[in-house]
């Protein structure tokens, strides 16, 4: 699978029943319009816009939009349009202090109750996927890797809280996330920086030091706002 056909996929998911409804694929096609940036974050554009451009129907659209309004994704004006979501500094600080509200909680539980073997595995592949890029590998083949990581370790911990309410959450903020990421170039400095604050997180974790896996993350989501602040 093409790496953005895979990321899209991956960031526009959401649980539901094993058959879709007609809704849940218009919710899923708006995301993809974002991300695939053929619906440009700041947009306003009229439903009848949006139907053809996404080729769904108008009522599954109208449930799409209501759930996304609620998400913060959009803004309904009756009888005017749909205005999108736009990044700006204030969104990319809320966005992560949000996380690391969540997150801090999160890696505690995860250093307290986490599997010991887990956390061996995801620190061997991020120091293997280290010296892959150190060796001048970076195709999109390591940019997946670099991805499938970022969620294996972020989800992993937010899983371990066994709280519907912040899975939930914590997904939205996904959203965000990959929104923000757009126009970000993901370079190999980058996507060291990122995997070796990772292996610090995973060192307190495998030490069960629950206050120092806390510590980790919140200096991770400084640095990660930092870099991306960078951008504005």
């Known amino acids: 699978m093409a790496r953005s056909a895979k990321r899209t996929k991956m960031a526009a998911n959401k649980t539901h029943a094993s058959t879709p409804s007609l809704g849940d694929v218009a919710y899923k096609k708006v995301l993809e ?43 309904i ?7 999108f979501l736009k990044l700006d500094l204030e969104l990319t600080r809320s966005t992560y202090q949000f996380r ?16 010991m073997s887990e956390f061996k ?23 997946d890797r670099v991805e499938d990581l ?22 939205r903020l996904k959203n965000y996330v990959r929104l923000i990421r757009l126009d970000r170039l993901m370079t190999p400095p980058l996507a060291l920086k990122t995997l070796e604050e990772h292996i610090v997180i995973l060192e307190n974790l495998e030490k069960r030091d629950l206050s120092g896996a806390e510590a980790a993350v ?15």
């Open 150 to 171: 970022e969620e294996e370790l972020h989800g992993n911990m937010v899983a371990s809280l066994h709280n519907p309410l912040v899975t939930t959450t914590a997904a």
């Open 33 to 75: 319009g974002l991300f695939d940036k053929s619906i440009p974050t700041g947009a306003f554009v009229s439903q009848s816009e949006l139907v053809k451009l996404l080729d769904v129907a108008v009522q599954p659209l109208r449930d799409a939009l209501k759930i996304l309004e609620t998400e913060g994704v959009v803004t």
């Open 218 to 232: 919140s200096a991770h989501f400084q640095a990660a706002q930092q870099r991306l602040l960078g951008m504005f």
């Open 121 to 143: 595995d995801l620190k061997e592949r991020h120091e293997i996927l280290i010296s892959d890029i150190k060796s001048g590998q970076f195709d999109d083949a390591i940019l």
């Open 100 to 115: 690391t509200i969540i997150e801090r909680a999160a890696a505690m539980r995860y250093a307290e109750t986490g599997d």
């Open 77 to 83: 004006h009756p009888r005017s349009g749909i205005e």
